[in-house]
């Protein structure tokens, strides 16, 4: 059952998860002029200070979702691996584990920026506070290789 767990649904828990962060992503360098002046109407601040902060966003949204989306598909072979330093497994669990740290601060920054509770409009706010609970998840999953990294020093 684990297998099963670590090795399909896992990883396309993933893909399913992180589709849409990547889809946005995508969609902001389609449109990076419009999506930079949003930003810095929003913030109030500078288009230099928005396009740095764009920049940081698509750069989550896709190479952070393919890292974690790889990171889960390798996981199961890669923490069972003799042959896989250990140096090496813990380098790719602790990023995997900053990747979801910096989602969860993306989640709340842009939750609130862009879709504050209101009482008209709870949907969206709702699906971004659905969607954190989902990366409390995988970061709960996360945490469970380093668990299992520990374990396999000690063997």
Same mark, same amino acid.
């Given at each position: $059952?684990?297998?099963?767990?670590? !090795? ?9 998860? %992180?589709?849409?962060?990547? &889809? #946005?992503?995508?969609? !902001?360098?389609?449109? +990076?002029?419009? !999506?930079?002046?949003?930003?810095? =109407?929003? *913030? /109030?601040? #500078? ?6 902060? $764009?920049?940081?966003?698509? +750069?989550?949204?896709?190479? %952070? ?5 790889? &990171?889960? +598909? ?6 069972? /691996? ?6 090496? =497994? ?11 740290? %910096? +989602? ?6 842009? =939750?609130?920026? &862009?879709?504050?509770?209101?009482? !008209?409009? $709870?949907?969206?706010?709702? /699906?971004?506070? =659905? ?7 995988? *970061?709960? $999953? ?14």
């Amino acid at each position: $059952m684990k297998d099963l767990r670590d !090795k399909i649904v896992a990883p396309l828990a993933m893909v399913f998860l %992180l589709a849409m962060f990547v &889809y #946005s992503g995508v969609n !902001k360098v389609a449109r +990076f002029d419009k !999506k930079v002046n949003t930003l810095s =109407t929003k *913030l /109030s601040c #500078s288009l230099p200070v928005a396009r740095i902060g $764009m920049a940081g966003v698509i +750069f989550l949204e896709i190479v %952070l979702s393919i890292y974690l989306a790889a &990171y889960f +598909f390798a996981a199961p072979h890669l923490l069972s /691996s003799p042959r896989v330093p250990l140096r090496v =497994t813990k380098a790719l669990t602790w990023t995997a584990m900053a990747c979801v740290a %910096l +989602f969860l601060a993306f989640l709340v920054v842009v =939750t609130f920026i &862009y879709h504050p509770p209101q009482r !008209k409009r $709870m949907i969206p706010f709702l /699906s971004n506070v =659905t969607v954190f609970g989902g990366f409390l998840l995988v *970061l709960s $999953m996360v945490i469970g290789h380093i668990k299992s990294e520990r374990r396999r020093v000690l063997a």
